[in-house]
Every structure is written in structure tokens, then in C-alpha cells.
């Protein structure tokens, strides 16, 4: 409750502020209080009223209460007001509300308001409504903020601009509500747009300043959420002062973001004395990251000790750390029985990895509804698992859905999947689309399918006049590159023969030796036919023997003819019969000749 006085008066901390005109020093307030003491021994009314408000201030209510009550019986409302919060201290409510109506009703804005307080308290909403609003009319902070916060609670529209009156007075409490009401308005109107037809000011930017004015006057909750609008904007320096501001005034919350702060900065240790002493004022989210911590040091015992912790705060991210911790460790029934807990709890992430260990175990059946359910949460790599598992049984069908919301929400692979199917089903537009997405987002396949795709449309290369070469990038050309510095060995392949085209046979050679390097019999192959062309026959041999033994027909008829040339007439029949087996059906016409012709030679 407030106390009150004409001369002297409170913040809503309860304190007086003294007029700047007097003497702030000890000695000061001493020969004040003397004078002010032998004023009221004299019988100045005026005097024993504020002589009672600081002996009441000072905890001395013995001191206090004659002077208070020798004061109001002379009709001074600022001395009915401080008996009511004298009476109220020591129990007597009912008659410290006595006081308090007969000060409301002289006009003191603090006592209405204690006297809605008291109403409230007792269930009278009407009677607390009535002196809230006289004392919130008389222009009183803490009777706005009182009112404000009693219309919300019924859910009537004028308590905002209630709480606005309080907060332009100073009330820290009611700027912070103020803010997260804005900060709740702008988030609805995000999402559903405004309604009204008409260009509001933008509420975030208000909402900021008054977190501002708020965590100026040392709001915790405010400073938090300051500094985290500051974060946001990548302001983190001045972010960090906030939530350290918040951190040293006992929010686990600051504390735990400056730890996450202080981490990406490269200061760990610091991080982690911040995460400490959130994860022991109960924040889970701290207790996680001391969790992973010291996983990654290798201190499982104490990172598996962290997590139970973060579980016991009531973090279902505990039990899915745990789970990861044992599937790390090969723990398999643990981890599976973390995943459960976790995702009966509803986290999304670990319904995912529970359906990926019973697939993995072979329980296709058990993962399925595991997946649909964390695909249904929302978690993109359960949509694409479940693509993967229906493709995996031939749904192409039903598979391509799940494909297509897990590339909506950006993942790559499914993008992929998607183009593939749109490629397959003819629609080359829709297909293109996917997998410039995937090819973005780095898989390499999607690039060299991109790059094929384009290639197809690619007009035939027009002649220049007396042999001039000119050689402009295409489009097509730097999807097969991307995917060749990525080494996909199919687009290697098909950069090595872009290179060999224009004559480029250092650029060619390099790029066929990657592919067949990386086990490519197409790169072993052409490698072979440059290395031939140059000269090199032996060592074409050599790579042709390796694309032959790998499966390519026209490999081992190469090889066919040159140990046929040599007089090796029986490694030629050999090569012959496997380029033959080997072939596609010219191949195995021109080996079939090939190897009679031999065999003849070598009966003769």
C-alpha cells in the first residue's frame, strides 16, 4: 500500500523522495527530523503527519501511530491515508480501509487507490473498479496500472489504455505489459494481417521502447526481452549488456541466452559459468547446453547428468539429449526408451529419430506411424523419411507428397526427389524448378540432373567464319562443373568431354582421371581414348583394362584390337569374348568378328 503525504511523497517502491532544495546528507535529514519533531510537540498538524509518514517509513510503528492518529483527527487526508497503511501492516485491514475511504473521499489518489486494492482483494470488483478509476483520473500510477490490470482481467478493451497512462508515468511494471501486449499484437496481425483497412504506426518498434523504459527502471523480464529484440537485429553487444543487466538480477533466462552469446563469441568458459547459474535457478535450456558441453569434451557422465537435469526442469530436450547421447554410444535400448519418453512429451525431432532406430532395426511397421506423427508436428526430416520409406516399397505415389512438403519447407535431398518424379512424369518446367532448389542448396545430383536438363535445350553450336573459336560459359556447363567440383563422377565425365570438344585436352584429361580415379568406367574409358590419341597407348591400356573389368564393353574391345595389333592373338580372343558378353549390340557384332577372326589365326 502507498503511503501519502503533501509534502512528502512516495515512489511506488515505497520510498520517500526527498524535495531537492534539502540537505541530503545524514546531518541534514537529522536536524529535520528535530525540527520537524519539535513542530508537532508544538501541536502543527502538518508537521506530526510527516513526522508519522517517517517513523513509519523507518519501521517504527509504535513512534508512528499516535502522531498519524493525532493528525487525521485534525482532517489531514495524507495522515488518514499513512494510518491506513500503518493499520493495514499490523493486520487490521477492515479498519485500515476505514482510513483509507475517509482519505479517498478528501481527494488522496493514493489512498483510492489502496482502496481498490482492498475491494479487489475481497472479490468487490465493482467497488475496487469505482476507486481504482478515481484514483487513476487523479493522474496516479500505481491506481492506472491497478485498473489496467483489473479490465484485463475481465477482458474489457479499455484496460490497454490504462495501462498506457500508468505506464507514461513510470510504472515499470505496466511499460512491461505494455510491450508484450504490442509485441502480441504484431505477432497476430504477422500472421492474419490486418483487418481494419487502415496503416497503423508498427507496433514493434513501440514495443521496444517500452522494454527500454521499463528495463531502464530495472525490470528484469523487460531487460530479457530488450536484449533479445536486440539480438535479433544483430545488435549483440549491446544485447549482451541487457541480459547480463537481467542475469545479475536473478533471470535464469538472461543468463542462459548471455551463455549462448558469450559461446558464439568463442568465450566457452564464460558461457558456461552463465549456463551454470541458470541451470541451478532451474532453466533447462541451460542445463542442455552445459549437457552438450561437456559432450563435446568427451565427459559423457557429466553431459548424460545435465540432461537429466534439463528433464527434471521440465525440458523435454533432456530426454532427446540423452537419447542422442546413448545412440552415440551405441546404447540402443536406452536410446530408444529417451526417444519414447521424449516423444510421447510431443518433441517432434525425437518421434523422428525413435521411427530412424526402429527402421534401422528393421521394424518398419513400428517406424511408420512414428515418422507420420513427426512429419505431422511439422519436423522436415520426417516428411522426407516417410518419402524415402513409402519409395522404398514402390508408393511412388504416396511418397511424392511427403517429398513435396519436406522441399517446401527447403529441404534439398527432397527437392530432389521431387524434380526426379517431375522429370519422370514429363513436366520438365515443374522439374527444372525443384532442382535449381536442390542444386542450390548443394546436392550435387540435383546440379548434374540440371545441368542435363538444360543441355537437352541447348541450340547446336554455330560456326564462325576462317576456324575462329569462341567459347562462352553456358548455363548448362556451370551446373556440370559445380557438380564435378563436388565429385559426382557422371558430371566429371561430361566436363572432361566439354573440355575435349573445344579442344581443351590438358582440362579434358584432368577431369576424366578425377572420374575414373573415383571409379567411373566412362571417365577410365575416355581417359583411355586421350591418352591414345596422345600417343600413350600403354597407359590407355591400363585404364581401359579398368573400365572392362568394371562392365564397359567398348573398354575390352579396345583392348581387344591392341593386343591383337601387339600379336598377343590369345589376351585379344580373351577381351573379345568379354567385350562380347560385355556389350551393348554393336560392340558384341564387332568383338563377335573380332574373336572368330582370332581363333581362326591362332587354329591356322
Known amino acids: 500500500m502507498d503511503f501519502m503525504g503533501d509534502k512528502a511523497t512516495l515512489l511506488d517502491t515505497g520510498r520517500f523522495v526527498q524535495p531537492s532544495d534539502r540537505d541530503e546528507t545524514g546531518d541534514g535529514e537529522a536536524v529535520d527530523e528535530a525540527r520537524t519533531r519539535l513542530a508537532a510537540q508544538a501541536g502543527d498538524v502538518e508537521a506530526m503527519s510527516v513526522l508519522g509518514a517517517m517513523l513509519l517509513r523507518r519501521g517504527d510503528l509504535d513512534g508512528a501511530e499516535p502522531l498519524l492518529r493525532a493528525a487525521t483527527a485534525e482532517g489531514d487526508r495524507a495522515a488518514a491515508n499513512n494510518l ?18 475517509i482519505a479517498a473521499v478528501a481527494g488522496s489518489a493514493a489512498a483510492a487507490h489502496a482502496l481498490g486494492r482492498y ?23 500505481l491506481g492506472a496500472y491497478a485498473l489496467a490490470d483489473l479490465l484485463e482481467h475481465r477482458g474489457d478493451t479499455a484496460a490497454g489504455q490504462w495501462m498506457r497512462s ?67 537485429r544483430g545488435e549483440l553487444k549491446e544485447a549482451g549488456r541487457w541480459y547480463l543487466t537481467s542475469a545479475k538480477d536473478g533471470e535464469a ?6 551463455g549462448f552469446l558469450l559461446r558464439d563469441a568463442g568465450d566457452t568458459e564464460s558461457a558456461a559459468v552463465w549456463w551454470l547459474r541458470a541451470a541451478q535457478d532451474g532453466d533447462g535450456n541451460a542445463a542442455n547446453a552445459l549437457g552438450a558441453l561437456h559432450a ?32 552415440e554410444q551405441t546404447r540402443t535400448a536406452q536410446a530408444e526408451q529417451w526417444y519414447r519418453r521424449a516423444a510421447y512429451a510431443g518433441h517432434r525431432e525425437a518421434a523422428n529419430a525413435l521411427a530412424v532406430l526402429l527402421l534401422q532395426g528393421g521394424d518398419a511397421t513400428g517406424a511408420e506411424p512414428w ?71 548443394g546436392s550435387a545430383e540435383a546440379a548434374y540432373r540440371l545441368a542435363s536438363v538444360l543441355d537437352a535445350r541447348r541450340p547446336p553450336a554455330p560456326a564462325h567464319e576462317l576456324g575462329e573459336q569462341v567459347h562462352e560459359k553456358t548455363e548448362c556447363e556451370e551446373w556440370y562443373e559445380r557438380a564435378a567440383s563436388q565429385g559426382h563422377r557422371r558430371a566429371q565425365v561430361r566436363v572432361g568431354m566439354l573440355a575435349a570438344a573445344r579442344g581443351d585436352v590438358v582440362e579434358a584429361a584432368r577431369w576424366y582421371r578425377s572420374a575414373a580415379e573415383a571409379g567411373s568406367r566412362n571417365g577410365a574409358f575416355n581417359l583411355g581414348l586421350l591418352l591414345a590419341r596422345e600417343g600413350s597407348e600403354p597407359e590407355a591400356a591400363v585404364w581401359w583394362a579398368r573400365a572392362a573389368d568394371a562392365g564397359h564393353g567398348r573398354a575390352a574391345l579396345r583392348l581387344a584390337l591392341v593386343y591383337a595389333r601387339r600379336g598377343e592373338l590369345a589376351e ?9 558378353t560385355l556389350g551393348p549390340g554393336e560392340v558384341s557384332e564387332r568383338a563377335a568378328r573380332l574373336r572368330d577372326a582370332l581363333r581362326q589365326e591362332l587354329t591356322a
Open 296 to 327: 563435446e569434451r568427451g565427459e559423457t557422465q557429466t553431459a548424460e547428468r545435465w540432461y537429466r537435469a534439463a528433464m527434471d526442469a521440465g525440458d523435454v530436450n533432456g530426454a532427446y539429449n540423452l537419447g542422442l547421447l546413448c545412440a
Open 166 to 232: 500508468a505506464a507514461e508515468r513510470g510504472h515499470r511494471e505496466a511499460a512491461y505489459r505494455l510491450a508484450r501486449a504490442l509485441d502480441r499484437q504484431t505477432q497476430h496481425e504477422d500472421e492474419h494481417g490486418a483487418d481494419n483497412g487502415v496503416d497503423a504506426p508498427p507496433a514493434g518498434g513501440e514495443a521496444e521502447q517500452w522494454y527500454r523504459q521499463a528495463a531502464a527502471r530495472g525490470h528484469r523480464r523487460a531487460a530479457l526481452q530488450l536484449g533479445a529484440i536486440l539480438e535479433r
Open 371 to 441: 515418422f507420420s506423427k513427426a512429419a505431422e508436428a511439422g519436423s522436415v526430416d520426417a516428411a522426407f523419411n516417410l518419402g524415402i520409406l513409402f519409395a522404398g516399397r514402390g508408393e511412388e505415389d504416396v511418397a511424392l507428397p511427403w517429398y513435396e512438403r519436406a522441399a517446401a519447407a527447403g529441404h534439398t535431398e527432397a527437392a530432389l526427389q521431387v524434380g526426379i518424379a517431375r522429370l519422370r512424369d514429363g513436366d520438365e518446367l515443374e522439374a527444372e524448378r525443384h532442382l535449381r532448389c536442390a542444386a542450390g542448396g
Open 84 to 101: 491506513g497503511v500503518l493499520l493495514h501492516q499490523r493486520g487490521y485491514t477492515d479498519e485500515a480501509a476505514g482510513w483509507w475511504r
Open 572 to 580: 585379344g580372343q580373351r577381351w573379345a569374348d568379354r567385350a562380347v
Open 119 to 141: 475491494h479487489r482483494e475481497r472479490g468487490d470488483e465493482p467497488a475496487a473498479e469505482y476507486w481504482l478509476r478515481q484514483s487513476a483520473e487523479q493522474g496516479h500510477a
Open 253 to 258: 533466462r538472461a543468463a542462459c541466452a548471455l
